[in-house]
Nanobody, 115 residues
Framework: QVQLVESGGGLVQPGGSLRLSCAFS????????MGWYRQAPGNQRELVAT???????NYADSVKGRFTISREFPKNAVYLQMSSLKPEDTAVYYC?????????WGQGTQVTVSS
């Protein structure tokens, strides 16, 4: 059974930082493109960032220069370092893994940016 377990969400003030973590249970971690998506209330789910097994990254324009996605192979983990957070970053953040024709989703972690 494939599992993606996110952690690190919470409440942060505007301008602050948070680091999200996601642990992936499947072997051959390098094969999978890992990503982060988010969904705010009333909005569609949107791409935040992705990273391939080779380390190529892709970011939504709204987070470029503020967010950094990375992955750690021994731990089968992917991270999202978020800085200069804005109220509009408030959303449930989901970790994803795409590979072998399948896409897996985590359960989501809430990020709230508010003073």
């Amino acid at each position: 059974q494939v599992q993606l377990v996110e952690s690190g969400g919470g409440l942060v003030q505007p301008g602050g930082s948070l680091r999200l973590s996601c642990a992936f249970s499947r072997n051959l971690f390098r094969v999978y493109t890992m990503g982060w998506y988010r969904q705010a209330p009333g909005n569609q789910r949107e791409l935040v960032a992705t990273i391939t097994g080779a380390g190529s990254t892709n970011y939504a324009d709204s987070v470029k220069g503020r967010f950094t996605i990375s992955r750690e192979f021994p731990k089968n983990a992917v991270y999202l370092q978020m800085s200069s957070l804005k109220p509009e970053d408030t959303a449930v953040y989901y970790c994803t893994a795409e590979g072998y024709g399948s896409v897996y989703w985590g359960q989501g972690t809430q990020v709230t940016v508010s003073s």
